[in-house]
């Protein structure tokens, strides 16, 4: 689709605050040995007794970007080999890279999962297998390759879902349900909305780990730093259970947020597929934008301005609509197919963050824009934070506004002046 969007008299000559950096002051403690944590788990299940020479085993493989996952990928598979089985990888990320097998391997291999990198083959298809019908009707269904294998390792991220609150969110039990279940899968839960996604996903990850041959799980967690802090394979029977939901809690507890609860701009540097789910986490930016349901207590954010869209999503913007303002160059990146059939396979879920918000010629417009609409009418005293993303947060930079603040909050220390810079085409 070629844009047509004749803004140009839309600049805004607003002046723009100074900036000033500020660190986040976290306590972590990363794993150190990570091929060494997945071995040792994988070993402690006892999978050489469950494990026929020659079975072939499939691996999952998401489309988040995971710091650590070519590693654990890569264990993985060197570890099923040594038991005596032929692995091979698959897609298992719904109907993300724009719901083809061919979209999903190429975004694979923007995350660095190419069959050089992890020492075996990538099966990508869009099939899928029906493994029987929930109580209430609904088909479960299986990647085909993963339910033709003799057996499947599940690989993920634990982590707070974007979308709904549960004792299962975003992990083991989802990439099961949704992941392996392609687009067909999603779209089966999505059409229920939020109700669909808090009770079919545990059930019909229930019903895969039963009738679709899954070995175990393989848990990833990251601390505020995207940093891998633990690694935890469950049974197949923890697999969306209380081992899945301590594992969540923890991960709550470790994730990185905004250290202000009220804002009056937020400038997010970039958004993309390969952040969150949404584009930007709303678990940090305090916004869901779904018909229905209600918002989060905090953080407020009056005026959100995205700036750009990473290269890893391949122009799926999903989740640009919980933005308020964007640049024509962010606008111009968006392949509006993938984006719109990876929104509306959310159904209600996805619909009003698949649109687009108002469109101004330059970042630099679009902020000055934000300071003009944001509803302080003082401009020394707008509170506006700039990050480089939503997972990204260490390191902010702020307005005057927000320094008082800073200095009361022993968890934050001001490093100094810094410039706005990426602000042109």
Same mark, same amino acid.
């Given at each position: 689709?070629?844009?047509?969007?004749?803004?140009?008299?839309?600049?805004?000559?607003?002046?723009?605050?100074?900036?000033?950096?500020?660190?986040?002051?976290?306590?972590?403690?990363?794993?150190?040995?990570?091929?060494?944590?997945?071995?040792?788990?994988?070993?402690?299940?006892?999978?050489?007794?469950?494990?026929?020479?020659?079975?072939?085993?499939?691996?999952?493989?998401?489309?988040?970007?995971?710091?650590?996952?070519?590693?654990?990928?890569?264990?993985?598979?060197?570890?099923?080999?040594?038991?005596?089985?032929?692995?091979?990888?698959?897609?298992?990320?719904?109907?993300?890279?724009?719901?083809?097998?061919?979209?999903?391997?190429?975004?694979?291999?923007?995350?660095?999962?190419?069959?050089?990198?992890?020492?075996?083959?990538?099966?990508?298809?869009?099939?899928?297998?029906?493994?029987?019908?929930?109580?209430?009707?609904?088909?479960?269904?299986?990647?085909?390759?993963?339910?033709?294998?003799?057996?499947?390792?599940?690989?993920?991220?634990?982590?707070?879902?974007?979308?709904?609150?549960?004792?299962?969110?975003?992990?083991? @039990?989802?990439?099961?349900?949704?992941?392996?279940?392609?687009?067909?899968? @999603?779209?089966?839960?999505?059409?229920?909305?939020?109700?669909?996604?808090?009770?079919?996903?545990?059930?019909?990850?229930?019903?895969?780990?039963?009738?679709?041959?899954?070995?175990?799980?393989?848990?990833?967690?990251?601390?505020?730093?995207?940093?891998?802090?633990?690694?935890?394979?469950?049974?197949?029977?923890?697999?969306?259970?209380?081992?899945?939901?301590?594992?969540?809690?923890?991960?709550?507890?470790?994730?990185?947020?905004?250290?202000?609860?009220?804002?009056?701009?937020?400038?997010?540097?970039?958004?993309?597929?390969?952040?969150?789910?949404?584009?930007?986490?709303?678990?940090?930016?305090?916004?869901?934008?779904?018909?229905?349901?209600?918002?989060?207590?905090?953080?407020?954010?009056?005026?959100?301005?995205?700036?750009?869209?990473?290269?890893?999503?391949?122009?799926?913007?999903?989740?640009?609509?919980?933005?308020?303002?964007?640049?024509?160059?962010?606008?111009?990146?968006?392949?509006?197919? @993938?984006?719109?059939?990876?929104?509306?396979?959310?159904?209600?879920?996805?619909?009003?963050?698949?649109?687009?918000?108002?469109?101004?010629?330059?970042?630099?417009?679009?902020? @000055?824009?934000?300071?003009?609409?944001?509803?302080?009418?003082?401009?020394?005293?707008?509170?506006?934070?700039?990050?480089?993303?939503?997972?990204?947060?260490?390191?902010?930079?702020?307005?005057?506004?927000?320094?008082?603040?800073?200095?009361?909050?022993?968890?934050?220390?001001?490093?100094?002046?810094?410039?706005?810079?990426?602000?042109?085409?």
């Amino acid at each position: 689709m070629r844009l047509n969007l004749n803004i140009e008299s839309l600049t805004a000559d607003t002046a723009l605050p100074p900036l000033y950096r500020v660190r986040q002051r976290w306590q972590n403690a990363p794993l150190a040995d990570i091929a060494g944590t997945v071995r040792n788990e994988l070993d402690a299940l006892g999978l050489r007794e469950q494990i026929a020479p020659g079975a072939r085993i499939a691996v999952t493989a998401g489309s988040r970007g995971i710091r650590d996952i070519v590693t654990v990928l890569r264990t993985c598979v060197a570890g099923l080999r040594d038991l005596g089985a032929e692995p091979f990888v698959v897609p298992a990320m719904g109907s993300h890279g724009g719901a083809t097998a061919a979209g999903q391997l190429k975004l694979l291999a923007e995350l660095g999962i190419t069959e050089a990198q992890i020492g075996c083959p990538i099966h990508s298809s869009m099939e899928v297998v029906e493994l029987g019908q929930l109580a209430d009707g609904t088909p479960v269904v299986m990647d085909r390759y993963a339910a033709e294998a003799d057996g499947v390792l599940a690989v993920n991220r634990i982590k707070a879902h974007t979308s709904f609150k549960a004792e299962i969110e975003s992990g083991l @039990a989802k990439m099961c349900a949704l992941g392996l279940g392609k687009r067909q899968g @999603a779209e089966y839960v999505h059409r229920r909305g939020v109700a669909g996604l808090r009770t079919m996903i545990v059930l019909m990850a229930r019903m895969v780990v039963a009738r679709g041959k899954v070995l175990a799980g393989l848990a990833i967690l990251e601390d505020a730093r995207e940093q891998t802090a633990a690694i935890r394979a469950l049974r197949p029977e923890e697999i969306g259970g209380p081992a899945e939901t301590a594992l969540l809690e923890r991960s709550r507890q470790l994730m990185a947020r905004l250290p202000f609860d009220e804002l009056d701009v937020l400038v997010v540097d970039e958004i993309g597929k390969n952040i969150s789910g949404t584009g930007m986490d709303t678990n940090v930016i305090g916004r869901l934008r779904i018909n229905g349901e209600a918002e989060p207590d905090h953080p407020r954010i009056a005026v959100i301005v995205a700036l750009d869209l990473s290269a890893a999503s391949q122009g799926n913007a999903n989740g640009v609509g919980l933005a308020d303002l964007i640049p024509a160059r962010l606008a111009r990146k968006i392949d509006f197919a @993938a984006t719109c059939i990876n929104s509306l396979t959310s159904g209600l879920i996805g619909l009003r963050k698949g649109a687009l918000p108002i469109t101004l010629p330059t970042p630099r417009d679009a902020i @000055a824009t934000a300071l003009k609409v944001c509803g302080q009418p003082d401009p020394d005293a707008i509170r506006l934070a700039r990050i480089r993303n939503t997972l990204l947060l260490e390191e902010l930079l702020v307005s005057p506004a927000l320094l008082a603040e800073v200095e009361r909050n022993p968890h934050l220390e001001l490093l100094g002046p810094a410039p706005w810079d990426g602000l042109t085409e």
